[in-house]
């Protein structure tokens, strides 16, 4: 990275540091990888690389989920495929939709994660990429099975403690 902005290859230095950004994911060390993403994020933006700038965000999404801030994690997700979807980027389109959509079952919608793994596998299917139509195709079998969530508090002190009470014998 240091030859690259010796030489001023904005684009060389941010995908330095997205590659950087990558690597501290994959060591857990996420605030770092957050850093490293948002500065690739700001140089593609500077050198007008809209297809390093959905990177850069889904890379961010991806790294937000890792913290579970799946909040941002949605956002920045959007974000990078509002812009494969404006250049066209099929390949693209498919792969963040794919994390957009597991983002979004992590927050419990179900319904709009189940759209976007199913649009996200129909792209993958139209482009030809098998693996990833049956790893979509996993995905939502497994989203599509998820139970009804059980209540999880008593509906009222006194059910609270006749389960404790039951529990106990």
Known sequence: MVITREIGDRNGEAISLG?????????GQYTQAIEYHEQALAITREI???NGEAKSLNN???AYGSIGDYVKAIDYHEQSLAIQR?????????????N???ALAKV????????ACRHARQLFADIG????????DNVITQLSTVPAQPRTK???PLARLWHWFKQCL
């Open 129 to 136: 990429l098998d693996a990833d139509v049956q790893y979509c």
């Open 19 to 27: 590659n950087l950004g990558s690597v501290s994911t994959s060591l």
């Open 48 to 50: 007008g690389d809209r």
């Open 154 to 156: 008593p509906r009222n």
């Open 60 to 62: 961010l999404g991806s």
């Open 100 to 102: 957009l959509g597991k």
């Open 86 to 98: 404006e250049i066209g980027d099929l390949g693209g389109q498919a792969a963040y939709g794919f």
């Open 108 to 115: 419990g919608r179900i319904p709009d994660a189940l759209a």
